[in-house]
C-alpha cells in the first residue's frame, strides 16, 4: 500500500536559520504532490503543489520544493525561517489514478525568536 | 466569502452509541473529502465525492462508517456503534474541481471522542 513518510516529528530552528522537511513515498506510478501548512489554531492550507513539468516548485511565503523523481521525494525547504512559519507541515501524495488522498503524519517546526 | 464549516466542533459520545458528523462546504465547490486524523499521524482518506458521481467509499474502515452528500452540497458523516478507537478529528474539504486542479479547503474538524 502507498504510504508517506515524513521523518522529522518536530523540528526547532531559530529565526534566520534554512529550513529543509523530508517526504518521501512509496508509490509507483504517476503521483501529484502537496505541501499542507496548519498554523496554530487555524485550517490546513495548501503551502504548494507539484502537478507536472518543473520539478522545483514555488510557493507561498518563499517555500519551496523539489520533486526528485528517482528518490520517491519532495523535500520542503526554506532559505531562512521566521517566528511566523512555527506550525505543522504536512506532506500528502494523490496518485493519478484514484482520489485516495494519502497525508504524511506531519513535522512539527518552531522557530525560536 | 465563508469557507468550509463543520459541526459539531467537539463531540463526547459513548461507546457503542451513533454519531453524526456534518460538513458545509464552500458553494459551488463540486468536490468534498472526508478525512481522520488519529493522535499522531497523519491524515487518512476516508471517502471522496465528485459532483453527481457515486461516491469513492474506498477508504471507510469498516461498515460502521457511511456518508452521504445531499443535493452536492452538505454532507453528512454517520459512525454507528462507536468504539473508542474511532476517537479522532474528523476533516471536511471542498474543492471546485477534483484536486489536484483546484485546492482543496479544510475545515476546522470536529473532534470525536468515545468514551
Same mark, same amino acid.
Given at each position: 500500500?502507498?504510504?508517506?513518510?515524513?521523518?522529522?516529528?518536530?523540528?526547532?530552528?531559530?529565526?534566520?536559520?534554512?529550513?529543509?522537511?523530508?517526504?518521501?513515498?512509496?508509490?509507483?506510478?504517476?503521483?501529484?504532490?502537496?505541501?499542507?501548512? *496548519?498554523?496554530?489554531? *487555524?485550517?490546513?492550507?495548501?503551502?504548494?503543489?507539484?502537478?507536472?513539468?518543473?520539478?522545483?516548485?514555488?510557493?507561498?511565503?518563499?517555500?519551496?520544493?523539489?520533486?526528485?523523481?528517482?528518490?520517491?521525494?519532495?523535500?520542503?525547504?526554506?532559505?531562512?525561517?521566521?517566528?511566523?512559519?512555527?506550525?505543522?507541515?504536512?506532506?500528502?501524495?494523490?496518485?493519478?489514478?484514484?482520489?485516495?488522498?494519502?497525508?504524511?503524519?506531519?513535522?512539527?517546526?518552531?522557530?525560536?525568536? | 466569502?465563508?469557507?468550509?464549516?463543520?459541526?459539531?466542533?467537539?463531540?463526547?459520545?459513548?461507546?457503542?452509541?451513533?454519531?453524526?458528523?456534518?460538513?458545509?462546504?464552500?458553494?459551488?465547490?463540486?468536490?468534498?473529502?472526508?478525512?481522520?486524523?488519529?493522535?499522531?499521524?497523519?491524515?487518512?482518506?476516508?471517502?471522496?465525492?465528485?459532483?453527481?458521481?457515486?461516491?469513492?467509499?474506498?477508504?471507510?474502515?469498516?461498515?460502521?462508517?457511511?456518508?452521504?452528500?445531499?443535493?452536492?452540497?452538505?454532507?453528512?458523516?454517520?459512525?454507528?456503534?462507536?468504539?473508542?478507537?474511532?476517537?479522532?478529528?474528523?476533516?471536511?474539504?471542498?474543492?471546485?474541481?477534483?484536486?489536484?486542479?483546484?485546492?482543496?479547503?479544510?475545515?476546522?474538524?470536529?473532534?470525536?471522542?468515545?468514551?
Amino acid at each position: 500500500a502507498q504510504s508517506v513518510s515524513q521523518h522529522n516529528h518536530h523540528v526547532i530552528l531559530s529565526e534566520a536559520a534554512s529550513l529543509e522537511l523530508g517526504c518521501n513515498y512509496s508509490y509507483g506510478g504517476t503521483v501529484n504532490l502537496f505541501w499542507y501548512v *496548519q498554523y496554530p489554531g *487555524q485550517h490546513l492550507q495548501l503551502l504548494l503543489k507539484y502537478f507536472s513539468g518543473d520539478p522545483l516548485v514555488k510557493g507561498i511565503k518563499g517555500f519551496e520544493a523539489e520533486f526528485i523523481k528517482s528518490k520517491f521525494s519532495f523535500n520542503l525547504r526554506k532559505p531562512s525561517v521566521q517566528w511566523s512559519d512555527t506550525a505543522e507541515y504536512f506532506c500528502a501524495v494523490k496518485p493519478h489514478n484514484n482520489n485516495d488522498m494519502r497525508f504524511g503524519a506531519g513535522t512539527r517546526l518552531t522557530v525560536k525568536p | 466569502g465563508a469557507g468550509v464549516s463543520q459541526s459539531p466542533s467537539n463531540k463526547v459520545t459513548e461507546k457503542g452509541k451513533d454519531v453524526e458528523l456534518r460538513c458545509d462546504p464552500i458553494s459551488g465547490h463540486t468536490a468534498l473529502y472526508w478525512y481522520r486524523q488519529s493522535l499522531g499521524q497523519g491524515l487518512e482518506f476516508l471517502i471522496y465525492f465528485q459532483g453527481n458521481s457515486a461516491p469513492d467509499k474506498s477508504g471507510l474502515p469498516s461498515d460502521r462508517f457511511s456518508a452521504e452528500r445531499t443535493g452536492g452540497s452538505v454532507s453528512t458523516l454517520t459512525i454507528q456503534r462507536t468504539q473508542q478507537e474511532d476517537s479522532a478529528v474528523y476533516l471536511c474539504a471542498s474543492s471546485l474541481l477534483a484536486p489536484p486542479l483546484a485546492e482543496q479547503y479544510f475545515g476546522p474538524g470536529t473532534r470525536l471522542t468515545v468514551t
